[in-house]
C-alpha cells in the first residue's frame, strides 16, 4: 500500500481549518494538496 504524504494529524488539521471557514482553494495552495482530495476526505 502507498505511503500517504501526509500524516493523519496533518489531514485531520487542514479539514479542521476548512470546517473553520478556510476556503479549499486557499487550503489547497498553502498545504500542496488538490481541491479533489480535500473533498474526499472530507466525506470520509
Known amino acids: ?3 500517504s504524504r ?3 494529524e496533518k ?3 487542514i479539514l479542521k481549518k476548512h470546517q473553520a ?3 479549499a482553494k486557499a487550503l489547497c495552495r498553502k ?3 488538490s481541491e479533489p482530495t ?3 476526505r ?3
Open 21 to 23: 471557514g478556510l476556503g
Open 31 to 33: 498545504h500542496g494538496v
Open 11 to 13: 489531514i485531520i488539521g
Open 1 to 3: 500500500m502507498k505511503r
Open 42 to 44: 472530507r466525506r470520509v
Open 38 to 40: 480535500v473533498v474526499a
Open 6 to 8: 501526509f500524516s493523519e
